[in-house]
């Protein structure tokens, strides 16, 4: 089978309730665009349906993740495949109809163009909305910072892992230190996804962000400071 052109990474854990929607959308996705698109589930140990799930979209491939936490999880995926781009959707989160087409045109029309992002849209898939961060409310908008939203070179990946020390802040921490070392992405004026909002997910946890934020940002300034050296 000839190497796919495209590659989603999926990480799920315990996610049955939203798993289908968000490969719909994927299936939907890849299916509208003329490159080969492979979908890729890491499931970091579920215990729930979500497998079963999984299992009904023949057009989805599964891994079993050998590492621990989210960012080992992409890491792992990642280190799994030979696409020359990569993109990410969690698992309940939803890829806007045309989003995928819109993001290649982007990439494919521009080497220089290391990553391609929109908008992200925040939805709510639980009815309780309790320790949401601020900036994460339903019907909010903003400019994609968030792997889900991106289209990424593998070179810029394989340059850039995600730190898997980090439990809460890697995804931030990823894209300060892609930011630093590639310059800004190319940017959709336009929503490509709607992130899902659960009570009880790691973004809610907003003191163990921040502490692992501030982390991250110490360890970039002070890598900063020695190259300046």
């Given at each position: ?57 023949s ?33 309940d ?14 990439i ?33 908008e ?21 730190d ?12 300060i ?6 310059g ?14 659960r ?31």
């Amino acid at each position: 089978m000839a190497t796919p052109e495209v590659t989603v990474i999926v990480p799920t854990l315990n996610a049955e309730t939203t798993i289908d929607r968000a490969l719909q959308s994927l299936i939907k996705e890849s299916g509208a665009v003329s490159k080969r698109v492979e979908i890729l589930v890491i499931d970091g140990g579920s215990h729930d349906g979500t497998l079963d799930r999984v299992s009904r979209h023949s057009e989805v491939g599964i891994l079993h993740q050998k590492s621990i936490g989210l960012a080992a999880a992409r890491n792992e995926a990642i280190a799994k495949t030979n696409s020359p781009l990569l993109a990410f959707c969690d698992a309940d989160d939803v890829w806007i109809e045309g989003s995928l087409a819109k993001k290649l045109e982007v990439i494919s029309t521009s080497a220089d163009t290391w990553a391609v992002s929109g908008r992200v849209r925040f939805e709510r898939v639980e009815s309780d909305s309790r320790g949401f961060p601020i900036r994460r409310r339903a019907d909010e908008e903003h400019r994609g910072y968030t792997p889900g939203a991106i289209l990424v070179r593998r070179h810029a990946i394989e340059a850039i892992a995600f730190d898997e020390r980090l439990a809460i802040a890697a995804d931030t921490d990823w894209f300060i230190r892609a930011l630093s070392t590639f310059g800004d992405m190319a940017h959709l004026d336009e929503t490509v996804l709607i992130k899902g909002l659960r009570a009880g997910s790691l973004s809610t946890d907003v003191g163990s962000y921040r502490k692992e934020l501030m982390l991250s940002v110490r360890r970039h300034l002070q890598t900063r400071q020695s190259n300046q050296l």
